[in-house]
């Protein structure tokens, strides 16, 4: 799998994408690589990573089994980051906006979303966003 190309689209192997947030090696530099690792742990079903890149606030609302069951639920295609506002090393605040395709109980989907990131202690979380599934 880590030699594999990254579910993300990166064009780049796993180990030297997302994997290397995933697997807590380091925090992720930018909102738009923690949007794209958060999309490789749906890919993946990497519920711990999905909840621990959650901002805290917006995490207590969330349940556990609704993340399994889409996760499980959901296979899925690829992902296009369409833009990006803010969310560099020199900020503290980002959005991103991305469509994500997949297929979900045989039936193609695109999860379009302007995500909301923020940073804390030098890591980024994903607060919450505007979805629309189309
Ligand atoms: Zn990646």
């Known amino acids: 799998m880590t030699d594999d190309q990254c579910p993300c689209g990166s064009n780049r192997k796993f180990a030297q994408c997302c994997n290397r947030y995933i697997s807590g090696d380091k925090p992720a530099p930018i909102a738009e690589a923690l949007m794209r690792s958060r ?12 909840l621990a890149t959650w901002a805290e606030e917006a995490r207590k609302a969330i349940n556990p089994a609704d993340i399994i069951k889409r996760s499980k639920e959901n296979e899925y295609i690829n992902l296009k980051i369409i833009s990006k506002i803010g969310g560099t090393r020199k900020h503290t605040q980002g959005q991103v906006e991305f469509a994500a395709s997949f297929k979900s109980l045989g039936k193609h989907q695109t999860h379009h979303e302007i ?3 923020i940073k804390q202690d030098e890591k980024w979380y994903y607060v919450d966003g505007e979805v629309n599934i189309i």
Do not use: Q
Not at 39 to 50: E, H, K, Q, R, S
């Open 115 to 117: 995500s909301n990131f």
């Open 39 to 50: 999309y490789t742990a749906y890919t993946l079903g990497n519920v711990d990573y999905i």
